[in-house]
C-alpha cells in the first residue's frame, strides 16, 4: 500500500515524490535486535526524513528519522510469546519518508518473527509481581493484584486469580500449633465450602504487599493483622529433624521456621494449588528452571555492591551470548527454594567454590521504598555440602554493600 502527495497543495509532474530503494519487509530471528535501515532518495538529491505514522504495531516499533534505521521500542521479539498486536509474530507499521520540498511517499512495511529451534529456554511470561524498577502494585504468585470479596452463605471470601481465601475473625483471633492447624482448615467448612486447605509457602506468598508497611494484607481483606501465619510445609531438614515447619509474618514479610509447638495463626485457602514448578537442568556455565523459563547464571558474582550496583551489574552484562540479564525479583529468588527433604537443591547444581563464602546475602530487585530494598540470607550447610536454604527477606539500605556477597544475574520469564 503506497500513496504519494505533497503537504501543501502545490504538487506538479516537474517535482516527483521521493522513491524507496529497500525491501518493504524482513525476517528476524527472535530474541535479536532490529538493526534495519530502510532506504529512499529523493528524486533531486536532496536529504529526506523519516517517521512511523501507521500500523497496528507503530508503537513497538522506533525509526531514526535522519537515517532510516530501525529498532524495537524496548523490547526484543519472542516467537514463543509474541507481543505484536494480533500475536502473529508480524509486526506492521506505516513508514512515512518526506523531502526538502515536503514530498513524501508513504509504504507499509513488515517485520517477520522467525524460531530459533536453538534457543535453549523460550522466554516466558508465567507470573508478575507488578514490580522490578519501582513500588510492588503486583500479585505475588500467579495473577495481577487483583482482589474481589464475595459472601456466600452468609461469609466472607477474598478471590484472587486461581484461588479463594477465608476472611473470618478467626484468622486473626485464633492462634495453633502447626499440626491443629493443618486439622483446621482440612475440616473447615466455610462459605458452602468443605475443601478449604492450608496454604503452602508459595500460595500464602500470594497474600503480600510488599508496598506496604504495617499490616501486609491488602486493604480488601476486612479481617487482618500483622501476625506470623502457618504455611502447610515442613522445614527441610537432612537430619531427620522434621520438628519445625514454615510460616510467614505479615509485619515484615519474613518467612521464618518455627517449632511446630508453638502458636500462630492460620488463613485457610481453596481453589487451584500452586504445585512444585522445579525442574533444573544445566548447561554449561547456565542452570534452566525448565518449569518458569528462566535461566540462571550457574555462578554469583562476588564482591559487596549496593543495590543499585548489583541491578546495573546485571544489566550491563553480556553472558553466554546473552545480553538480557537481570536482577532476580523477590519471587524470583523464592522459586529456587526446595519443597521436601529429597529435592535436589538449586546450589547442588552451582556449588560455591571458595570455601569462604558458605554464607551470605544478596540483592533482589525489589524495592521496599526509597531507602530500602529486600534481600535474602543463603547459609551453607557444610556437614551436607548443600546450602540450606534458610532464606527471608527483610529491608536493607540500598546503599549497603558489606554483606552483599552472592548476587546471581536471570533472564527469561517473569515471576
Known sequence: NESNGLDDSNITESNPVPIFKSQNSIQLQENSELAFTVLSEAVDGSSVTYAIIGGDDQHKIT?????????????????????????????????????????????????????????????????????????IEGLPFGHERNFAAITENGERMIVAGNRMWEDSLHSINSTMNFDTAQGYCAGLNYGGHGDWRTPNRQELAEMI?????????????????????????????????????WSISFADTIWRTPNKNDAYNVRCVRGAE????????????????????????????????????????????????????????????????????????????????????????SWSSTEADDIYAYYNINDWDEATNRDSLFMMYWEYPKSDDGNMMLNRCIRGGRL
Open 63 to 135: 525509526i531514526d528519522p535522519q537515517n532510516g534505521q530501525l529498532s524495537f521500542s524496548d523490547f526484543w521479539p519472542d516467537f514463543d510469546y509474541p507481543s505484536d498486536d494480533d500475536k502473529n509474530n508480524i509486526y506492521e507499521i506505516l513508514i512515512k519518508v518526506t523531502d526538502n520540498q515536503n514530498y513524501f511517499n508513504t509504504q507499509d512495511f513488515n517485520i517477520t518473527i522467525t524460531d530459533d529451534e536453538n534457543d535453549l529456554v523460550p522466554t516466558k511470561i508465567v507470573w508478575k509481581t507488578g514490580q522490578d524498577d519501582g513500588s
Open 209 to 245: 504487599n510488599y508496598g506496604k508497611t504495617g499490616i501486609m494484607f491488602d486493604d480488601i481483606f476486612e479481617n487482618k493483622k500483622a501476625a506470623t501465619y502457618w504455611t502447610s510445609q515442613e522445614k527441610l531438614s537432612h537430619t531427620g529433624n522434621d520438628s519445625f515447619a
Open 274 to 361: 500452586i504445585s512444585d514448578h522445579h525442574d533444573f537442568s544445566v548447561d554449561s556455565d547456565i542452570v534452566i528452571d525448565n518449569k518458569t523459563g528462566i535461566m540462571w547464571q550457574n555462578a554469583q558474582f562476588i564482591g559487596g555492591k549496593t543495590w543499585q550496583e548489583a541491578k546495573d551489574h546485571c544489566k550491563n552484562l553480556v553472558f553466554q551470548a546473552y545480553s538480557d540479564w537481570r536482577l532476580p525479583n523477590v519471587n524470583e529468588l523464592l522459586a529456587i527454594m526446595p519443597y521436601d527433604n529429597n529435592e535436589i537443591l538449586f546450589e547442588d547444581l552451582s556449588p560455591i567454590q571458595s570455601p569462604n563464602l558458605d554464607s551470605g546475602h
